[in-house]
Structures are given as structure tokens and as C-alpha cells.
């Protein structure tokens, strides 16, 4: 469902030629799935036939099987010829067409096996993330608007989290519940994380048959998407039965957890690199001595994706930028006892950061 105005994808798609012309490439060649959708306001999908949005120096083709053409929901997209193909016609020819010279960029969610037939035809190809990742990484105030949104729905499940943690019920039983809870507020589910005690060290952990105790910490870490495609993301670490409950040794864990949280938020400004807002929140957890506990980056963005650039990663010479929206999410997690992790999305500002989750960072309190 196109969320915005056609007027918004006209816009996006100029810049995207724009783009092309600009890097003297021979076109980008976009799968169906985010990419697609940001530049189409179309979600549709022609499951295992290719439909594919051509960004061309001199226009915009999209090709698509014939059966499917009814389904992509391509209102007002003017500026774009769609040219249908039939089983048994070979679409990569229509796409090799309408390229020029140079290399061509092609979409992150393109199968192998398009891949491989586009390389058949086009001399030089090249994986088009970085080119893509321009045209959507600062957020338009629209998108901004949407991120908000999905980051209060979000804020209003896990007001409800922290009660369902109660001893003697399972992992599973308390998904379940979180997922009935995001459907209130979002369009569909897009991942639930309950991972208690030792289960909480494995960042990726989902859920298990595991039976939550007193005193078991607990990473609650919930994603959904809205009807517009914009998704959110947060995670809150309780305790059953109370922080007090916790053993010492994570209190002051989750304590240094928080410091990090703050330090990576304070350092964040126009101009940093993506590699250094890492070690603003990975430089306070080595110190303390969990350097080893923090597997993972400190951030994604998000948008249409719930994972997309910027990635906050240790190295990385990304310049962020006023208006990118991505993930702050320290972690410390220690094998066979427990994890914890907390998790914004912010929207980067001339100042700092606005917060899109409002929830406390507190242990929470989760009573028998």
C-alpha cells in the first residue's frame, strides 16, 4: 500500500536517476521488497518470476510477469513504462535493453538465480546496497513521521511487557501474548525476543519452553511493522519479581549497560562516524571488563527494512547525518548466565538525537 503521495515516489525515483547519472553508471536494477518500495510505494511480489524497477541514465522501466502486472499497485506512476512478459519470454533482455554503459548496481534482495542471469547479459555488475543506501538513509520529515509512529506503537507494548513475566509461566506462553499484543498496534509481527536467564545471553535467542524463576533477568526485544511498511524496534531488559531480585553481578552489569547507553546517545552529532559512535558505547563496556560480553554492533537503521544502513559498527567511515534514523543497542552478555540489552531508535538531529522510544531503561518490575 503506497503510504505517501505519488508525488513522493516521482521524487525519489528522479533522485535515483539522478544518482545514476551522477556516478556515470549503467543503471541499478531493484528487486521487488524495501528497495522497491521506496521507490514505488509498492510491496507487491511475483514470488519466484523476476519483476524488477530499471533506474536507466535516460528513465525508469519496470518488468514484470503479466500476471502480475494488476497486483503491483503502481498509481501514478507516470514516469515509469511497465512492460509485461510472458512465461517462457526472457525478462532479463527487456531489463538489458534500456541500460547504458558503465557499471550497473543491482538490488539487494535480487535471488541468485536473477543474479546470475543479469550477469549473462550485462558485462559489469556490481552490488547496488551502497548506491540504494543514499537515496534512503536520511529520512524526508514523511518518513520520520511514520518511524515516530511505529516507535509509540512499540512503546505501548512493552508498557505491557514487564507484567506478563512472572514465575512458572514459559518463554513461549509469554510470546505469544507480546505477539497478540503487537497486532494491536502494528500491522503484522515482525520478530518477539524472550530470552530469560542464560537464554538471554544469545543476542538472537527468540524464545523456548524455558520456565521463568525469580530473579531470572529477561531481554524483551520486539519489532512490528504499521500498514504503511515502517517497522519498529526496542528492547527493555526486566526482572521477574523485581530488579532487587537480580543477582548483584547483573545489577552492576546492567549499570554499565546504562553508561554506555548514555555515552553512545551524548556522542551522537552530524559528522561522526558511524565507527566512532560504536566506540563511545563499546569504549565504557571494556573498561569495565565486559569487552568481551558485547558480540554485536551497537546499531542498524531502519525504515522500510527493519534492518538497513547506516550499520553502527565498529570501523566504519559511514559519516552520519542529520536525519538518519537507526538503532543505539548496547548489550552485555555472559554465556550460561544471563544478557542484557537496551535498545532506541533515534533520529539524528543538527543537536543529538531525538528519541523515537520513550519507555524507561529501568529493570522494570515484573510481580508474582
Request: hydrophobic share 45%.
Amino acid at each position: 500500500m503506497s503510504v505517501f503521495d505519488a508525488s513522493v515516489y516521482r521524487a525519489r525515483r528522479a533522485s535515483a536517476v539522478e544518482l545514476v547519472n551522477d556516478r556515470a553508471m549503467g543503471g541499478l536494477v531493484i528487486g521487488t521488497g524495501a528497495e522497491f518500495a521506496f521507490l514505488t510505494g509498492s510491496f507487491a511480489s511475483s514470488h519466484e518470476r523476476l519483476t524488477a524497477l530499471v533506474v536507466a541514465p535516460d528513465g525508469l522501466r519496470v518488468v514484470a510477469p503479466l500476471t502480475d502486472i494488476g497486483s503491483l499497485g503502481l498509481g501514478g506512476a507516470d514516469d515509469v513504462e511497465v512492460v509485461g512478459w510472458r512465461d517462457g519470454e526472457d525478462p532479463y533482455e527487456l531489463v538489458a535493453e534500456v541500460l547504458g554503459g558503465g557499471e550497473v548496481g543491482l538490488g539487494s534482495s535480487l535471488t541468485a538465480d536473477h543474479v546470475f542471469a543479469l550477469q549473462a547479459r550485462v558485462a559489469d555488475t556490481v552490488l547496488a546496497s551502497d548506491a540504494v543506501a543514499e537515496l534512503f538513509m536520511v529520512k524526508d520529515p514523511l518518513e520520520v513521521e511514520q518511524l515516530a509512529a511505529a516507535g509509540a506503537a512499540i512503546d505501548r507494548v512493552h508498557e505491557r511487557a514487564a507484567a506478563l513475566l512472572v514465575p512458572g509461566t514459559t518463554e513461549r506462553e509469554v510470546a505469544a501474548q507480546l505477539e497478540a499484543i503487537i497486532l494491536e498496534e502494528h500491522e503484522r509481527v515482525e520478530f518477539v525476543i524472550v530470552g530469560s536467564g542464560p537464554n538471554g545471553a544469545n543476542p538472537h535467542h527468540d524464545f523456548s519452553d524455558r520456565v521463568l524463576a525469580a530473579g531470572d533477568p529477561v531481554v524483551v526485544d520486539l519489532g512490528g511493522a504499521l500498514a504503511s511498511g515502517y517497522q519498529s524496534d526496542c528492547t527493555r531488559t526486566h526482572v521477574v519479581g523485581g530488579a532487587d531480585a537480580a543477582p548483584a553481578e547483573f545489577r552492576e552489569a546492567y549499570a554499565v549497560l546504562e553508561r554506555a547507553f548514555d555515552a553512545a546517545c551524548a556522542a551522537a552529532r552530524p559528522g561522526i562516524t558511524a565507527g566512532e559512535l560504536d566506540a563511545a558505547a563499546r569504549d565504557v563496556i571494556a573498561e569495565a571488563g565486559y569487552g568481551e560480553c558485547f558480540t554485536h554492533r551497537l546499531g542498524h537503521g531502519i525504515g522500510l527494512a527493519g534492518h538497513e544502513q547506516p550499520f553502527i559498527i565498529a570501523g566504519s567511515d559511514t559519516v552520519l547525518r542529520e536525519g538518519m534514523a537507526f538503532s543505539i543497542e548496547p548489550g552485555i552478555y555472559v554465556p550460561g548466565k544471563w544478557g542484557a540489552r537496551i535498545e532506541d531508535i533515534v533520529v539524528l538531529t543538527e543537536g543529538g538525537v531525538e528519541h523515537l522510544n520513550t519507555t524507561g531503561h529501568g529493570l522494570g518490575e515484573a510481580r508474582a
